[in-house]
């Protein structure tokens, strides 16, 4: 974590901004059925709207549950059942653009940032605001890592019922983002409308993984936007 933020306090002084970090903020909006939120003790409670927490914390859905968290950047995920996902790192730069409750009402973000999601299993669907080119936004899983700017996406992680294969899919209706396969060093673009799936076999962790493009077929997706 330290060596990320370090990172995006270099690219802060390339582009002239001198300004003091601040942990990131996350609101519970709407909540349906059984939903966890863990720190990093181990210490659980049940995650309710309003509640506000930090990186550090995972969130964990029930079968059926469901949760809606709105970023201090102006993100919002949508949490979907079975899902459990880690808030490794969410930090920005101090503005007075950040109000508490407020945060749905950003256009674009109020200031530069870090957030860096491990997406453990399950889905996530993400709507991020205009990024700010010095900001970093990454979701990954066990598979590959999601890089997000202003973006309408989908990413699920899940054990291929048939082949057995670890299964990184990401769906994008709006936007540009890119998928790196932890295998491999070069990311690979994904356009609006395009769905990417990445397989590795744990039987040969060093070859390359596989990698399909295709049209987006998330009906969920669609429906948000259309």
Known sequence: MRIIQAIFLLALSVVGVQAALVKGTIEVGKVVGQVALRDGAGRTANLTT?????????????????????????????????????????????????????????????????????????????????????????????????????????????????????????????GNVEVRPLSQDDPIPVAPKTNIIVTLDPSKPLEKAGITLGPAVDTYINNLVN
């Not at 919002?76 to 009402?105: D, Y």
């Open 50 to 174: 309003g509640l506000t927490f930090g990186e550090g914390h995972f969130v964990e859905t029930a079968a059926g549950s469901t949760a809606e968290l709105i970023l201090s950047n102006g993100a919002t995920l949508l949490i979907s059942p079975e899902t459990k996902i880690e808030f490794k790192v969410f930090s920005q730069v101090a503005s007075n653009q950040i109000v508490a409750g407020k945060f749905r009402e950003l256009s674009a973000e109020p200031s530069p940032s870090v957030v860096q999601i491990e997406l453990h299993r399950g889905k996530i669907t993400g709507e991020a605001r205009k990024l700010n080119p010095s900001s970093q936004f990454t979701v990954k899983s066990p598979v590959a890592v999601t890089r997000v700017r202003g973006t309408i996406w989908v990413d699920e992680f899940y054990i291929d019922s048939v082949t057995g294969k670890p299964t990184h899919t990401t769906t994008v209706q709006r």
